[in-house]
């Protein structure tokens, strides 16, 4: 007789073992084949990488726009003083700076997407292909 714990477990590994056989199912209702699967794969890593290259065109947009608004800052400083260009300048430098690093959070959070993503098609090759090998 088994006891709770070893009843719990053996419902878990069950539910594991069902949600096992319903992922494989999906997996081969799919991609009917190994190209379908690869397809996929690069068609969602691409668009990851486009919107990368988008944010680093931005990045790189924001960066020269920051550097005119810090040169007109430093020419107002240097004929004012220190802390005497006009505020809104500031505020700008700042939003600038915010905005460059707000896309370089999301560039770091969409390669780690990418990545996620990249192994997961990797899982999902080699259970296909072990899938596929059990059908012939």
């Given at each position: 007789?088994?006891?709770?714990?070893?009843?719990?477990?053996?419902?878990?590994?069950?539910?594991?073992?069902?949600?096992?056989?319903?992922?494989?199912?999906?997996?081969?209702?799919?991609?009917?084949?190994?190209?379908?699967?690869?397809?996929?794969?690069?068609?969602?890593?691409?668009?990851?990488?486009?919107?990368?290259?988008?944010?680093?065109?931005?990045?790189r947009i924001l960066s020269e726009r920051l550097a005119i608004v810090d040169k007109r800052v430093q020419m107002q400083e240097k004929s004012l003083g220190d802390g005497g260009a006009q505020d809104s300048l500031y505020a700008e430098q700042q939003s600038i700076q915010r905005n460059i690093e707000n896309a370089w959070s999301l560039i770091d959070s969409k390669a780690a997407e990418r990545r996620d993503v990249a192994d997961k098609f990797d899982d999902d090759l080699i259970r296909y292909r072990e899938l596929k090998a059990e059908r012939n």
């Open positions: 007789i088994l006891s709770r714990e070893e009843r719990r477990e053996a419902r878990k590994r069950e539910r594991q073992v069902e949600l096992s056989r319903i992922r494989d199912r999906a997996l081969l209702a799919t991609f009917t084949t190994e190209s379908d699967l690869v397809r996929t794969r690069e068609d969602r890593i691409g668009m990851i990488d486009g919107l990368i290259s988008r944010l680093d065109d931005r990045i």
